[in-house]
């Protein structure tokens, strides 16, 4: 599961720099908006939205991955319950 993730996070990443190094033609467009002929496949707004969902997914994820590990320790449900709790703290 924990392999799972960590693919995951880095197919999200390699997508992440492609998709902001290839969204202008040519790339050096991505910095210099006066190149004559330059023009970008993807509008900022597009690119935000669909980064903003992808990392709360990701970040949903990586919050639910030790949950299952968490309920199954063998202690105080009082305790139990504070150190989930504290998981959620990371959350914000």
Same mark, same amino acid.
């Given at each position: =599961?924990? +392999?799972?993730?960590? +693919? $995951? =996070?880095?197919a999200w990443l390699i997508q992440a720099i492609l998709t902001i190094v290839l969204a202008c033609t040519p790339v050096a467009y991505n910095?210099?908006? %006066? $190149?004559?002929?330059?023009?970008?496949n993807i509008t900022l707004n597009a690119l935000l939205y669909s980064s903003m969902a992808t990392n709360l997914a990701t970040d949903l994820y990586v919050f639910i $991955?030790? @949950?299952p590990a $968490? +309920?199954? *320790? %063998? =202690?105080?449900?009082?305790?139990?319950?504070? *150190?989930?709790? %504290?998981? =959620?703290?990371? +959350? @914000?």
């Open positions: =599961m924990v +392999a799972f993730g960590v +693919a $995951l =996070m880095v910095w210099d908006h %006066t $190149l004559e002929g330059g023009h970008c $991955l030790p @949950l $968490l +309920a199954g *320790l %063998t =202690m105080k449900k009082s305790r139990k319950i504070g *150190l989930i709790l %504290t998981f =959620m703290l990371g +959350a @914000l």
